[in-house]
C-alpha cells in the first residue's frame, strides 16, 4: 500500500515571554531581546501537523480529516488559543516557549492521540522564523 | 502633477486583551469572548501605512522611503512592537485595544509626522480581520 | 465621532459553469472558454465583507464581531459553502455565476442583515481575479 | 555532483465530490460530511512537483524549465485544470478524489515521463490541507 | 444598471536602477541608497489592474476576461517582463523607474486600450511597498 | 537531547542573466528563453535557511536567534542584496546564477559559519520556482 503525508493547518493567537528565571533582566535581555519584556508580546501562530501511512482503500483518506480536526482542537490548539502559553497552560509549565520548544511539546501532546500516524509538528512564529520536530529518531 | 498613492507594510508583535473595566466577568466574556481571558493573547500585526500626493520630479518619490520607513517606526513601531498594548503603550491609556480603536489610535499618531500625505492605515490583526481608517472625513 | 472600515473575511469551496444557456455551445466555448465545460469545474472562494460607521465608544469595536461572523455565515456561506452554484442555490437562480454577479447577488444577500454598515463585498475566484461591489452609487 | 532539489507550483480549477458508490447517503455524509453532496464543489488547487538530480553543469539546470512546465501541463494539468475530477478524467476512474488519493494518481501519471527525477507531488486542496506523495519507498 | 469593479493581478520579472543622471554619485546614493548601485538589481513585480463599470446581462462579465488579460499582455507586460527598465523599454525613457512612476505610466499605456473602463493600477516592488495610480483626478 | 530544526527566512533582491559564454546567442535564447535577454532582469528572491540540531536547554534555542540573522546578513545576504549576481558577487564568479547553482553556492557560503547545524538553503526565484540544497549525502 501506499504511504502518503497528510498536513493540516491550525491556527491560533496567544502571548508569551522568552525568559530564564535563573538569569537576572541582564542576561535575560542580552539573550532574548525585546521578547524578555516582562509583560510579553503575542503572536499568530500557525501550526502544521502533518500524519503519515497508509491509504484507506474505502474512503481514499488516511485519517478521517474531522476527526484529526477534533483530536487537535480537543487536546491542543483549545488549551493554547488566546491563553498566555507561560502562564495559562499546564503542560508548558516550566518551559520557556521559544518555538522549539513549543514544537516539541505540541508533538508530545499530540502522540498519543495519534499513535502510529503522527509525522511532525511544524509551528510558525511569524512569516519568518518556524520550528519543526519529527519525534525522537 | 499627477496624484499617486505608496503604501508600505510594517509588522510587530504583540499582545493585549479585550475588556471594558466597567464591565464585570460575564458581561466582558459576553462581549469579548475568549479576547477578554485577563492574561491576554497576542498577534503579529501587520500595518499598512497609505500616503497620498504628487510625485517629486527630482527623484521620483512620493516621499523618500527611507525617511517614511524611519518616521513610522520611531513615531509608531518602535513604541508597540513586543509590548503589551494595553499595559507598556502611554498613548493607548484607556483605549480598548481592538483593531478599530488601534487604527484610529495610529492615525493621529502619524498624521503630526506624515501631514499633507497621511491618507490611510491599515491594521491586520489575523489573516481574517482588519480595520482601516482615513482620519475625519 | 470617527468613520471606520472593518473588513472580516470568510472562505467557501464551490463549483460553477459559465454557460448562458440562450447561446450554443460553440458561442458559449468562444466567450467563456474552458470555463464553459457542462461538468463545471470549482473555486477556493475568499469573501471580504467591509462594514463602515462609528466605533461603539464601550466596546471599541463598529460591530461584534462574533455576530458579524454568524450573521454573514447564516445568510450567505451556508448557502453556497460545498454547493453547486448553478444547481443548490436558490438566490443565484438564472443568474451567471461570473466572480461580478456573484459579488452583486452576495451584496444583496447582505444588505438586509447589514442595513447602514455594508460598505463592500469582494469576492476572489482565484489569486489572480477578483470582484468588488459597493451597491448603488 | 551536488545532489539538488527543484519545485514548480502548478495550479488548476476543478470540481470533485467524496462518495463511495458501495454506501448509502446516511454512510456517505457521516464520512465526507458537505463533500458528498451530490452536486460537488470545487477547489482552486495548487501542485507541487519536485525534481531531484545532478545539476547539468552547461545550463546550470536540474531540468530545462520551459520542458519540465510543457511535460507537466501536457501529461498532468491539461487533462484535469477546468474538469469535474468525478466525471471528466479517465485515469481518475473508479477513484474517491481525496487529496491522498490524487497525490497518488498524479505522481503515478508524471513518474512515466519524469523517470529517475521525479521526487515528490503535493496537492494543496485549500491553504489548510495538503497531501503529498513520493513513491512507493 | 449596478457598477462593479473586476481586478485581474499580472505578474513580470525585470531589473532596475534608481539614479538621476544629473546628480553625482553621492547625491544618488544618498537618496536612493543601495537601489542606486549601478549594475541594478530586480525585482517580482505584481502588476493589479482595476476595470470598472456595468457587467453585460449576456454574459455577466465587465469585460470579456481572456480580452482583457491579452490587451494587457500586448500592450504591457510583454514590453516588461525579462528587460531592463532602464535600458529596454521605450514608453519609460527618461523616466525614473521607482513604484510610483511605473504606476502612472503603466496606467497611460493602459488607459488607451481600455478606455472608460480602466479605474487603476496597482504596482507591487515588493510585499513591503507598492504605488496606486488612477489616472487624472 | 531531542532533535528540531529551525527556518528563518530572508530576503533579497537582485538582478541576473542566464547565459553560457560559450554558446552563440541563439543556443542561449533556445535553452533559457528571455533569461537569456543581455541586460538581465530580476528577483524579489526568498531564502529559507533550516537547521538543525538539539535545543539548549537554557534558553530554550538551537541556535541564538539574533545570532544566526547576524551571521546569515554578513556571510551572505548584504553580498547578494542589490546587486546584479553575474557582475557584483566574488563567491559566484563563473556560475551560471540559476536557482539550482544559487542553492548550492549559498549553502557553500553558510557551512562555514554555521558548522554541524546547517541543514538546507531552499531558495524561492519565485512564487513557483524554487530549488533546495542539503550539502553532499
Redesign the interface.
Known amino acids: 500500500m ?8 491550525f ?1 491560533f ?4 515571554v ?1 525568559r ?1 528565571p535563573d538569569w537576572d533582566d541582564e542576561k535575560n535581555y542580552e ?5 524578555a ?1 516582562p ?6 501562530y500557525e501550526l502544521f501537523v502533518t500524519i503519515r501511512g497508509e ?1 484507506n482503500p ?5 485519517y ?3 476527526q484529526l480536526k477534533d483530536l487537535v482542537n480537543t487536546h491542543l490548539i483549545d488549551k493554547v ?4 502559553l507561560n ?2 497552560v499546564e503542560f508548558l509549565d516550566g ?7 513549543l ?2 511539546a505540541f508533538y508530545e501532546q499530540l502522540e498519543h492521540v495519534l499513535p502510529d500516524v503522527l509525522h511532525e509538528v511544524r509551528l510558525l512564529e ?8 519529527r ?3
Open positions: 501506499p504511504i502518503v503525508e497528510l498536513t493540516k493547518r491556527r493567537e496567544a502571548s508569551h522568552l530564564n539573550v532574548f531581546g525585546k521578547c519584556r509583560n510579553g508580546h503575542g503572536h499568530n491509504v474505502d474512503d481514499g483518506m488516511l478521517e480529516l474531522k488559543d488566546h491563553f498566555h502562564h495559562d518551559i520557556i516557549p521559544t518555538a522549539e520548544n514544537a516539541i511569524t512569516e519568518n522564523n518556524w520550528a519543526a520536530y519525534g525522537e529518531e
